[in-house]
């Protein structure tokens, strides 16, 4: 097991790319909600200071603008 709790150096984060969705409201999966609940206790554990979402992650149509209602 890892040190829970960073020190006054280090940095904390968690990556995560391609976390897919749906091409229609409500845009998620039943999945994506499991992972994001444990992604959640992992930062807690872990005392993540930030996310890096990383990769190509709207998929179908993609945005619009940034009042995509994907961004709600």
Do not use: C
């Amino acid at each position: 097991e890892t040190n829970s709790q960073a020190s006054g150096d280090d940095v904390t984060f968690l990556v995560l790319a391609d976390w897919g969705g749906m091409p229609v409201w409500p845009w998620v999966s039943p999945f994506q909600f499991a992972v994001a609940e444990q992604m959640g206790k992992t930062a807690s554990k872990h005392n993540a200071q930030f996310v890096l979402a990383l990769g190509d992650n709207f998929y179908e149509n993609g945005v619009k603008n940034i009042e995509d209602p994907r961004f709600k």
